[in-house]
């Protein structure tokens, strides 16, 4: 069975730091894009971070530029999302999903993931002022 664990989230206060997981198993993401998206309530999913295990490009939301750093573990089959200077903003659901990673840009990754209809179980990220 594929799946996608995202894990590490927790409350901070602004300025501090979490650094998320994003285990797969079921398969092996070498050829995939592995983006993290969030959620806040009342607000619609966005895409925040994408890397390519194909040619290790990555994308950032602007409003996390600068601040997150995605990186990719292959050995163990997971993905981190580093996340520093968190702003109250940053509150939300974090989730983890995969994509094509041959051919398909990490911009084009991020939209195909946001069109999926299934979203595993997220971790929760709350930053308070």
């Known amino acids: 069975e594929v799946q996608l664990q995202a894990s590490g989230g927790g409350s901070v206060q602004a300025g501090g730091s979490l650094r998320l997981s994003c285990a797969a198993s079921?398969?092996?993401?070498?050829?995939?894009?592995i983006g993290w998206f969030r959620q806040a309530p009342g607000k619609e999913r966005e895409g925040v971070s994408c890397?390519?295990?194909?040619?290790?490009?990555?994308y950032y939301a602007d409003s996390v530029k600068g601040r997150f750093t995605i990186s990719s573990d292959n050995a163990k089959n997971t993905v981190y999302l580093q996340m520093n200077s968190l702003k109250p903003e940053d509150t939300a659901v974090y989730y983890c999903?995969?994509?094509?990673?041959?051919?398909?840009?990490?911009?084009?990754?991020?939209?195909?993931?946001?069109?999926?209809?299934?979203w595993g179980q997220g971790t929760q990220v709350t930053v308070s002022s």
């Open positions: 999903a995969a994509a094509p990673g041959i051919g398909v840009t990490t911009a084009q990754a991020i939209l195909i993931m946001l069109s999926d209809d299934y």
């Open positions: 079921g398969f092996t993401f070498d050829d995939y894009n």
């Open positions: 890397i390519n295990s194909v040619d290790g490009s990555t």
